[in-house]
């Protein structure tokens, strides 16, 4: 893995930098022992410390993604050399569930994109909508998988409900557990998992529809279709979780913030509705 030290590594040590990035021990160990890191085509050390403009090497084992390709393109909202953010259309799976499907975003993602190993940070349900981010190496998708746990990667929704009125700025936070009556579903349940979803805005668009805009602190299945039903919004088209007999979801997953965790620079991709 080649990366470019940007201003914000300077002065660091090549250790101190592996710890910036909360690798697993496990792959710093492996990396110590492998007396194959170089700073500038030079062999370096655990201490050497790195300057802005420096080319440093880890060599990280070659992985393939064993998703087969589906010879379709997918939209691409950002991609670079570690990372790429892409477009999940309604319908379409996030990622299959045996290795024989082809007509999941994973597979489009493995012919579109310039790598052989893309693995998804998270996921998106089948119905909705919007951004995905994936790795394009597994150094990469360990950092992003730690800043997606810690907050550090933002997630914002956009979601119709039947109201007449806007609804009031909150934060939801109800466990959620499956449903043992339908094994499609999710439900609050006391013993299921932590869950936070956060209503940060809403719009009152008209015919009794509104427009409410939402963060995750979380990622449950079906987080944000449970939450707004436990309160009394069920997503507009939902089958689910409302008396919809349509499957419309109106639910998108509209925007993606970050730091980049190698450039330095801030990542924000935004769904061209």
Known sequence: MNITINANFDGM?????????VLPKKMIHELRMSKAITVNNEPAQFTTVLHTG??????ITEEKSQYKSSFRLCE???EDDYLAIIVKPKGVKTHPNDMMETNTLLNQAI???KSDYVEPVHRLDQETVGL????KNPLVKKILDRMLEQREITRTYKAKV???LPIKNQTIELPIGKDKFHPNKRRISDTGQHAVTHIISSKVLGDGVTEVELKLDTGRTHQIRVHLAAIGYPVLGDPLYSDSKLRQLQLAGYKLNFVHPVTGERVEAELKQ
Do not use: Q
């Not at 420096?54 to 060599?59: A, G, Q, R, T």
């Not at 995905?132 to 790795?135: D, F, M, N, P, R």
């Open 13 to 21: 040590t090549i250790e101190d930098l592996l710890k910036h990035w």
């Open 162 to 164: 039947r109201s007449l």
């Open 132 to 135: 995905v981010l994936v790795a």
């Open 111 to 113: 012919y579109t994109l």
């Open 54 to 59: 420096d080319d440093l090497v880890l060599p």
């Open 76 to 78: 691409v909202a950002y």
